[in-house]
């Protein structure tokens, strides 16, 4: 029979990129639990829904009742997407941050605890490190943990209640933290699906402060295949970062967009800058590189490209 994964938040952006990469890669069989937030989307599902390896169960990670109907058979492993993920909605209220990020990870923690699973992978974020200066190096994985917004620390939070997990118990936990994301399937509210479809309708597309935060974007697919190795070979109570080499400005992300697209910088209209808002993230992926052998393949500029074509064709709300 074949080894059976639970993902979670798999109707999200990278838990449903995460489902077909693994369903196209590999022989795993996939429960995939998701409660179906605003951010999840039954869309993202499509591909896979009729796999004959895949099965979804609507279940929230924080409510440990509902969860133990996921529960019906032991795991190869947890892959925990499942979080609120909009650092824009953390400042506004945090309560599902604290309730999903943290409770949710605990109950899945448990889960690993009582024999249900193998063992689990958490996806974290290179936001729990905070911000960098303009001449700091880039984020290692003992570089300390000092998250600026409700988001971050939630995520930070649950990073630390998986290692103490793994140092009390012992449980083969792994943790990876990722720079920013883009590709198909991610939500409208985000910066780059914005931006892309905003300048697709000849909307103004929203820019914060004076537009010079930095962030390290990776392609999503780069970021599931490190994901998948981890799995394979990732040495239980590691963190490992995971990078693109992509930094840029938000103003060179737009840019960029823009000229693939054709259409003006005037599109462009400055807001007030986010409360709290990191000013650089860059990632030191040294050590998955090192140990399992992955980098990333895919370019920004070839990424940046893939993605505004997905959104052509496919508008994402
Ligand atoms: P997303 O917001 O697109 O998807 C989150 C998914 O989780 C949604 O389908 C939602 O319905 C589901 N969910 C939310 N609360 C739930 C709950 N209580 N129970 C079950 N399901 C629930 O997020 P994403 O961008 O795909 O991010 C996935 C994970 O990767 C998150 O843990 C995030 O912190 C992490 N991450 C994201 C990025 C990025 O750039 N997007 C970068 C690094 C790490």
């Known amino acids: ?21 693994i369903l196209s890669n590999s022989n795993y069989s996939i429960t995939n639990i998701d409660s179906l937030t605003y951010a ?44 609120e993920s909009h650092v824009d909605r953390s400042i506004i209220d945090a309560t599902p941050f ?16 009582s024999g249900k699973s193998k063992k689990m992978i958490q996806i974290s974020t290179d936001e729990v490190y905070g911000s960098l200066q303009p001449s700091d190096p880039p984020f290692i994985e003992e570089s300390p943990l000092a998250p600026n917004n409700p988001y971050s620390a939630s995520k930070a939070g649950a990073d630390l209640l998986v290692r103490s997990f793994f140092k009390t118990h012992q449980l083969p936990l792994v943790i990876t933290r990722c720079g920013n994301n883009y590709g198909p399937m991610q939500h409208a509210e985000k910066f780059i699906p914005k931006t892309i479809q905003n300048a697709l309708q000849d909307k103004s597309i929203p ?15 780069d970021h599931c295949r490190a ?7 990732g040495t239980a109570g590691e963190i490992y970062n995971i990078g693109g080499s992509g930094e840029k400005t938000n103003r060179e992300v737009i840019e960029s967009i823009l000229n693939k697209i054709g259409k003006s910088i005037d599109l462009v ?49």
Not at 8 to 18: Q, R
Not at 98 to 113: H, P, R
Not at 281 to 307: C, H, M, N, R
Request: charged fraction near 25%; glycine fraction near 8%; charge should be positive.
């Open 1 to 21: 029979m074949n080894k059976h994964l639970l993902v979670t938040g798999g109707a999200g952006f990278i838990g449903a990129n995460f489902i077909s990469y």
């Open 269 to 317: 209209k400055k807001i007030e800058d986010r409360k709290g808002h990191d000013r650089r993230y860059a990632i030191d992926f040294t050590k998955i590189s090192q140990e399992l052998g992955w980098k990333p393949s895919v370019s920004f500029e070839e990424g940046i490209q893939k993605t505004i074509d997905w959104y052509k064709q496919f508008e994402r709300r």
């Open 207 to 221: 820019l914060y402060g004076d537009g010079l935060n930095i962030r390290d974007w990776i392609y999503v697919i």
């Open 227 to 233: 994901i998948h190795m981890v799995l394979e070979k």
């Open 98 to 113: 604290i309730t999903t990020n943290i409770k949710g990870t605990f109950n899945l923690l448990q889960a690993v605890l």
């Open 40 to 83: 999840g989307n039954y869309k993202n599902m499509e591909p896979f829904q009729k796999s004959n390896r895949y099965r979804f169960i609507k279940c929230d990670i924080s409510n440990e009742n509902k969860l133990k109907a996921a529960f019906d058979q032991e795991y190869e492993a947890i892959i925990n997407f499942a979080a």
